[in-house]
């Protein structure tokens, strides 16, 4: 798809996204194989004019550089070469500048703030659907002209206007046989007129003879049938020399221009059309929304806007592959369209995001039955080739004209109103109020200061010790993150792991909390404190990971810890998406000597006959079973049974969540092995 003696060329003054994009091109298939970073666009311009280096597949350009900023950085690199992709990184104020460039060239843009690894393999993979759907046309509208040299329609005459030849597609669209049409009059067979007028047009043939050059078919060319049917042609006419050069006739290449219209037709439909999905792209859903609060205004109704975005797409994109993801995609598309009426628009904005309009609502209250439908909709099981994938989406709300009055603000508020849901626990929708844009604010500004998180050492574990429910003795610790920051103070994990998720830091905290709890551990054994295992939250992001085996190992060695001091803990959710091939990754882990244990177990979708077949170690019986265990009878159901299940399984079954003394009596009545508090 990318030819390989390619460059992919940043023009960009921040490091940090240099890095980035790095690491997405790396990590992406089919890649260019060279990456170029210029800090200015005069570099850069320099660059593109150089034609002796390797050709240029796309630029990624920020819109505000030390020596330019504005669209007059994006004219200017169009000025030097409009042939190569643009995709365009700009602040959340230069958002309609983007737009701007969108409709004059441009093929994407991002959003600085939102700009990772990958949001930038994200871009690069859009950019390669395009190129392929690209191909595709060009291909296509090559291999029309090679069936034109082939079956267009031909005729020639002799000297005095006579048929002399038609092959088989002239005979299918004259309506003449050959031995019919030979020896007849030119203006009998090849009958043609003006399309508007409606009088009869010259004959290129005659023309073609008499002035002895090529001629080309008139505008609007209409031909008559012989049956009386018409058909639009064009092409030319060509006088015919003998070998002394003398004019003896003279011949008509012609075809049907509804094949060219079409290619037109279908050009313009993919610059408006999203080509893995061919749902609307972003720009034809801006139209149509511009349009609908136009008429909404007109006759004082409402209207809505639903985002959605797909929660744990990521992690089924990175596990199973693109092919697999882009497969779910489509399927999460056509359920979307079922949802909606014919006059409402859907359309896919980019990677796992969708936008939905509801061009008509007599109350904004209405939305909420929608995005209701499409949350039970979208959870239902996908068939995704061998494949049965489970995922839930997060809906933002907002409508015209209480939340907004042009497209640009709906948008933007649904977005903000779909990241309060997906804080609010995913799988569920929320309607935009005022105070999210403060609270947006307040997360994009922890989202840029988490990536320096690592590198300022604010990042730190706090240990909350697992107590034996029958000897009172601290049997394990389980490492919990916290982020000390400089102005906030400390953060608990529900303030910044889901910012970390959304944006794949995750991966790189999960490794840093992996080395800090093998070290500390290390320090207390040398320090002559009573070691006790350390258990570590490991995320489907890294659980996924081909280098996560090798992580873990290399931990070990790096801090000579015995294997059976660390303990890992995954939840059934991350175990059951992928069920034969996690079995087989937690073998290898148990044959490091590592330890394993189910998290939040009874809140996720296990199949009891994977359970007995997984490696594990202990079962975590969720804090949302302990917390009402004396009030609520359910949970007390639920909880007599994992723990009389684990039991029996011979495996260790872990309370969380345990705060009074009347919970602690409860689980050591029913023998629950261990606890830990909340």
Known sequence: MVGRNTSLILVDDDPRHARALRKALVGTRDHPSNFEWFRTLSTGLDRVRDKGRKRIWAIFLNLNLPDSRGFHTFRKLLVADSTIPVVLLCSANDEKICKAA??????DYLLEGHVDSYAFARAIRNLQ?????RRDLVEKERAQVMLNSIGDAVLSTDLLGNVTYLNAVAERMTGWKRWQAVGRPLHDVFQIIDGVTRKPSPSPLELAIRQDRTVTLTANCILIRRDGEEAAIEDCAAPIHDRDGEVTGAVIVFHDVCVSQRMVLEMSHWAHHDVLTDLPNRILFNDRLTQAISLARRNRNQCAVLFLDLDGFKNINDSLGHTIGDQLLQSVAARLSACVRKSD???????????ILLSEV???????????????DVKGEHR?????????????????PDDGDDAEALIKNADTAMYHAKESGRNNFQFFKRDMNL???ERQSLEGQLRCALEREELMLHYQPKVDLQTKVITSAEALIRWQHPELGLLLPGQFLTIAENTGQIAAIGEWVLREACRQTRAWINAGVRAVPVAVNISSLEFRNNTFFDGIRGALTNTLLDPHYLELE????????????????????????????????????????YLTRFPIDALKLD?????????????????????????????????????????????????CDEGQGY
Do not use: P
């Open 102 to 107: 969108m409709m004059h060239g441009a093929h």
């Open 129 to 133: 659907e395009r190129e392929v759907a």
């Open 345 to 355: 628009t859907v359309s896919r904005q980019g990677g796992d995001e969708f936008v």
């Open 362 to 376: 007599a109350h904004a209250a209405d939305a909420a039955v929608i995005a209701a439908k499409i949350l039970t």
């Open 384 to 400: 995704v080739g061998e494949h049965m994938l489970c995922v839930t989406g997060s809906i933002g709300v907002s409508s015209y």
């Open 439 to 441: 609270r947006a604010v």
């Open 570 to 609: 995954l939840t059934e959710t991350v175990l059951m998406q992928h069920a034969e091939s996690a079995t087989f990754a937690l073998k290898r882990l148990k044959s490091l000597g590592v330890r394993v244990a189910l998290d939040d177990f009874g809140t996720g979708y296990s199949s009891l006959s």
């Open 623 to 671: 804090q949302s079973f302990v917390r009402d265990i004396m009030t609520n009878e359910n949970n007390a159901i639920v909880a007599r049974a994992v723990i009389s299940m684990g039991n029996n399984l011979q495996l260790k079954v872990i309370a969380e969540g345990v705060e009074t003394a009347d919970q602690l009596a409860f689980l050591q009545i029913q023998r």
